[in-house]
């Protein structure tokens, strides 16, 4: 018989979504981020996240390649990848380092553990952080904001961020603040392109806001009762970045509602403890990296219980 | 909808579920009767249960409504011809399941005559109802096909105290239920009267999903008409969200009670039963004549002329796609049943079954054929799972080949409604790895109950050895 009849097991229908697909729209929503990161540091910005990608991309198709497995650049994550660490880095680093920072990401903490969907920590994280102990002094020279395309100026004074938390007084309104009129990391100072962005993954159901709002409340409500002000803390250092596009990561959060929030809440504390009393300014990219570790934890101990189940059984898996 | 207070709306809530698209394209199509075949071909096995043997032999000549195939053992169903001929033959079919059942083919003759024994049953109390409903052969004709004189015959049966008439229709496509609704409803409202008073149970909710407004009002309008003190007909309008007409996710969004794992609707005073099925009760009750027919929904985007067709059991499913004017674009899959839950056949020479409710035949538009690639953990199958499981989870258990585990993360609960596979983005055969799961689960609890009865065998024999004094 030609063209013989499709048996498949069922469902016979698909929602129609792809893994390429719901990347492509975290792309979308990182757009708002990269245009303000362009208008605020200048065409260097463009420069440090097309590095970061393009080595990202390289890393992931040599080593599928290389460890012999079928080719993933096309689901398009290793771009994803590429973005959100140029977004941690100053726009002011030498693109050799981002390149370094991007194998880093791809090599380390994504395909030496199965690629995507098998990572841990995530990706770009560790790149981040790999940097900052590397080139400590590169990654801790911010450029100063609106300077027009030829930006060159740098500044190596503390972000408003560190100005706070050792009590002084920093002279940036809020409203500065929010729109990204501040020294940091070219993807995280714009905060209004950032909400952008979560309100168009919240919209297109690629994110649920669980997470970014109780990691957000969960900071703002520490960092109130430890006596600093919260709104400074909530605009300020990579909270906005993390919270919507790094803490909600598929792969290194937990699967199920309950476990999202204890995972949150963590990150929120860590993020203010490491702010307030450790001695790195910056709490958002250890706070993430520490609970992503604990995920599998917490995934086991915040597991739903089947319909009907009235208690939990003995000896779970 | 009254909500007395927030913990009663809070239990009534059902998680999980996707917005599968709807595509009621038959909805407002009167159903057709499909005059009787040239032969029908009726399975043994067409209900959950011990299959049927034949009561009549080749070359014996049956009358519609004539008991054909019947079993001694208590789950099951008795099998009546649809047409009146000869038996021509016994045959064996290849089940979509991947079971082989005998078979027994009839030949029509053309005159339809009816059996003798066809005629309304004298039900005076309890025993003679059950009687009677297992005589007329029905079984859950939503798709399940549970024999329905087992259903009513519940373990605890002072402890049930609700009825649930099934009429969500929850699968796209699928509107014969509707047609039932619309065609027959004093047909439903006489049969949940019948209910009522045989299985002495004071509440009747008939579940109707809000894409179908029409039959809400027509329900309730009888329904208004039938409830007196102390026997209430409530008609229960609910979103319409796949799978809402699953059993237990049903029960739930009717009366907040929660049907644990293992146990049946009745262990929480509950009995659920298709809309179809009570309508035909109420049938059978006025005139005697068995199940040997029933309505199917015939549609798909290769259907010329989709529609609701009134089909004799045992027609061969080729003829009922050339009496909806055969298929305007090659067929690349059919489907017996709807497309989340539907069983994708190998050929159109299959007979119509008491289980089948739906033929769809999909063109190459409706096809999605994507490699599945790797479980990224975005949890979409978790949100969506109508039964609280964590198909990844359970997945990993199955590769590692961890039976203890896939029972413990509750792999048998699955009911393969299809939710998961169907929103993940990664178009992993999830559904696929639950059944292999529960099969696997099977096998080794057949295996370790066979362990100890070897076991125990193997005790016996050292006593009597002893007790000989050997």
Redo the contacts between chains.
């Keep these: 018989m030609e063209n013989p009849l499709i048996i498949t097991s069922s469902p016979h229908l698909h929602c129609g979504m792809t893994t390429r697909g719901v990347m492509l729209d975290v792309l979308i929503a990182l757009s708002p981020a990269a245009a303000a990161s362009i208008l605020l540091f200048g065409w260097r910005s463009a420069a440090v996240v097309l590095v970061c990608v393009a080595s990202c991309i390289a890393a992931e198709y040599l080593s599928r390649i290389i460890l012999k497995r079928p080719q993933t650049v096309g689901d398009l994550s290793a771009v994803v990848t590429g973005v959100l660490l140029a977004f941690n880095l100053p726009a002011s680093i030498p693109l050799w380092q981002a390149a370094i920072g991007g194998v880093v990401a791809i090599v380390v903490a994504k395909q030496m553990f199965g690629g995507l969907g098998q990572n841990f920590v995530n990706p770009a994280l560790v790149g981040r952080i790999v940097l900052m102990a590397s080139f400590p002094e590169d990654m801790n020279r911010w450029v100063t904001p609106l300077q027009g395309a030829s930006g060159v100026d740098t500044m190596t004074s503390a972000t408003p961020l560190e100005v706070v938390i050792q009590g002084g007084e920093m002279n940036y309104s809020l409203q500065e603040l929010f729109v990204g009129i501040r020294p940091g990391s070219l993807g995280e100072t714009c905060v209004l392109a950032l909400i952008l962005g979560g309100l168009y993954l919240v919209i297109r159901r690629v994110i649920s806001p669980t997470i970014p709002l109780v990691y957000i409340g969960t900071v703002f409500v520490m960092t109130w009762l430890l006596g600093q002000n919260p709104f400074i803390h909530i605009l300020s250092g990579g909270l906005m970045l993390g919270a919507i596009f790094m803490a909600t990561d598929y792969t290194t959060t937990p699967i199920n509602k309950t476990g999202k929030i204890v995972f949150a809440v963590g990150c929120g504390l860590l993020t203010v403890l490491i702010r307030v009393f450790g001695s790195l300014p910056e709490g958002v990219s250890f706070a993430i990296v520490i609970m992503n570790i604990l995920v599998p934890l917490i995934e086991r101990a915040t597991r739903p219980l089947p319909f009907g189940e009235k208690r939990r059984l003995r000896n779970e898996r | 909808m009254d909500i007395t207070n927030i913990k009663e709306w809070v239990s009534l809530r059902t998680k999980g579920g996707?917005h599968?698209?709807h595509r009621k394209h038959t909805a407002d199509c009167e159903t057709v009767v499909m005059p009787p075949p040239e032969r029908i071909i009726l399975a043994m096995s067409q209900h959950i249960g011990v299959p049927c043997k034949p009561v009549v032999k080749v070359g014996d000549y049956v009358e519609v409504g004539q008991v054909v195939a019947d079993s001694d053992q208590p789950v099951s169903a008795p099998i009546h011809s649809g047409v009146s001929g000869k038996v021509a033959a016994m045959t064996e079919l290849l089940l979509p399941g991947g079971l082989k059942t005998a078979a027994l083919m009839i030949e029509s003759d053309g005159e339809q005559r009816i059996h003798e024994s066809v005629k309304p049953p004298v039900v005076e109390n309890y025993d003679d109802f059950i009687k009677a409903v297992r005589a007329s052969g029905l079984v859950g004709l939503g798709g399940a096909g549970f024999p329905a004189h087992i259903k009513l015959q519940p373990r605890n049966f002072d402890a049930v105290d609700t009825v649930i008439v099934n009429a969500a229709e929850c699968e796209?496509y699928i509107t014969s239920d509707y047609r039932e609704c619309m065609e027959n409803s004093w047909d439903i409202v006489s049969g949940v009267q019948t209910l009522m008073e045989f299985l002495d149970t004071a509440r009747v909710i008939i579940a109707v999903e809000k894409n179908k407004p029409a039959a809400i009002s027509e329900l309730s309008r009888i329904a208004a008409e039938v409830t007196r003190a102390g026997h209430e007909v409530i008609v229960k309008p609910l979103p319409a969200r796949y799978p809402q007409g699953a059993e237990?996710v049903l029960i739930q969004a009717c009366t907040g009670r929660?049907?644990?794992?293992g146990?049946l609707p009745s262990d929480v005073g509950c009995i659920v039963m298709n809309v179809a099925s009570v309508a035909f009760l109420s049938r059978y009750l006025k005139t005697g004549m068995p199940l040997v027919d029933k309505r199917v929904t015939v549609d798909g985007s290769a259907i010329s002329r989709p529609k609701n067709v009134r089909v004799i059991i045992g027609t061969p499913i080729h003829e009922v796609i050339s009496f909806c004017g055969g298929t305007k674009f090659?067929?690349?899959?059919?489907?017996m049943g709807g497309?989340?839950?539907?069983?994708?056949?190998?050929?159109d020479e299959l007979p119509v079954l008491k289980q089948n409710n739906a033929i769809l035949a999909?063109s190459e538009e409706?096809?999605?054929?994507?490699e599945p690639?790797?479980?990224?953990?975005?949890?979409?199958c978790?949100?969506a799972c109508?039964?609280?499981?964590?198909p990844?989870?359970i997945a990993a258990?199955y590769q590692n080949k961890?039976t203890?585990?896939m029972e413990?993360?509750?792999v048998m609960?699955c009911m393969?409604?299809?939710c998961c596979?169907?929103?993940?983005?990664?178009?992993r055969?999830i559904?696929?790895t639950m059944?292999m799961g529960k099969g696997d689960v099977r096998k080794a609890a057949a295996a370790k109950a066979e362990a100890t009865s070897t076991a125990k065998a193997e005790n016996q024999p050292a006593k009597q050895a002893v007790t000989a004094g050997k």
């Design positions: 996707v599968a698209p796209p237990k929660r049907v644990p794992p146990k090659k067929t690349r899959k059919l489907l497309p989340m839950m539907g069983l994708a056949l190998m050929n999909l409706d096809i999605q054929l994507t690639s790797t479980c990224i953990r975005c949890g979409r978790v949100s109508p039964m609280n499981l964590v990844p989870s258990a961890d203890n585990a413990k993360l509750g609960t393969e409604c299809g596979t169907y929103s993940c983005p990664a178009h055969q559904v696929q059944r």
